[in-house]
């Protein structure tokens, strides 16, 4: 069974300053992660996903995280935070077993706060 | 990029009652279709997984006669929640399986009273 645990519920910076977000990943088979972010009255946003190619993603919005196998980690980062990336942050993961769909395990959440 | 729409967006219902909740992909096709549960402050759990013609599959521990599922069209699968309670108020959020990735809808709030 896959899971990701999510060692911060909140985490805050000033804007301008680097953002670190951490993840932890267990899972029996090759996994896809991924990061989600959620703003208010908003659906679910894909910053990134690993699906076993280049171990460090870039994805949007200026985010990339690093796949670490030997610890087992995804954690997400950004060298200067901005204003509008307060939200709530996923890390998902998948089995990594395509079947036409592939269901996802969410983790807990970590909310971002960015004061100016 | 693809968008999934949720209506409505929030909802009061009565305990007892039922009510429907339509989620559509707006610009793709999605044979497969998923709904989440999100309780405050808390995680998305996936509920059930929905395809196009035919049954959903449902995880473990989430009742199907309470939650019906039903995806009729490559574009729309509705969740039902009969005779709601109390306990059953949460946030629903849907999802439509693309092709590299799951697309999500705004969420539906739902409050029973």
């Known amino acids: 069974a896959q899971s990701v645990t999510q060692l911060d519920s909140h985490v805050s910076v000033s804007e301008g300053t680097p953002v670190l977000l951490r993840c932890n990943y267990s899972?029996?088979?090759?996994?896809?992660l991924f990061w989600y972010v959620q703003h208010p009255n908003k659906g679910l946003q894909l910053l990134l996903k690993?699906?076993?190619?280049?171990?460090l993603v870039k994805g949007i919005n200026g985010f990339e995280a690093e796949f670490k196998k030997s610890e087992t980690s995804f954690h997400l980062t950004k060298p200067s935070a901005h204003m509008s990336d307060a939200a709530e942050y996923f890390c998902?993961?998948?089995?990594?077993?395509?079947?036409?769909?592939?269901?996802?395990?969410f983790g807990t959440g970590t909310r971002l706060l960015v004061s100016p | 990029g693809a968008v999934v729409s949720q209506h409505p967006s929030w909802v009061i219902c009565k305990s007892g009652t039922s009510v429907k909740i339509e989620c559509r992909s707006l610009?793709?096709?999605?044979?497969?279709m998923f709904w989440y549960r999100q309780f405050p402050k808390q995680s998305l759990m996936l509920m059930a997984t929905?395809?196009?013609?035919?049954?959903?599959?449902?995880e473990q521990g989430v009742e199907k006669d309470k939650f019906l599922i039903n995806h009729a069209s490559l574009t729309l699968s509705t969740l039902t929640v009969t005779s709601a309670h109390p306990e059953d108020s949460s946030f629903y959020i849907c999802?439509?399986?693309?092709?590299?990735?799951?697309?999500f809808g705004p969420g539906t709030r739902l409050t029973v009273t």
């Open positions: 998902v993961v998948s089995d990594g077993i395509w079947t036409g769909f592939q269901k996802l395990v």
């Open positions: 999802s439509a399986q693309g092709r590299d990735e799951q697309y």
């Open positions: 610009d793709f096709q999605a044979t497969t």
């Open positions: 690993y699906t076993s190619a280049a171990t």
């Open positions: 899972s029996s088979y090759s996994p896809s």
């Open positions: 929905s395809n196009e013609g035919s049954k959903a599959t449902y």
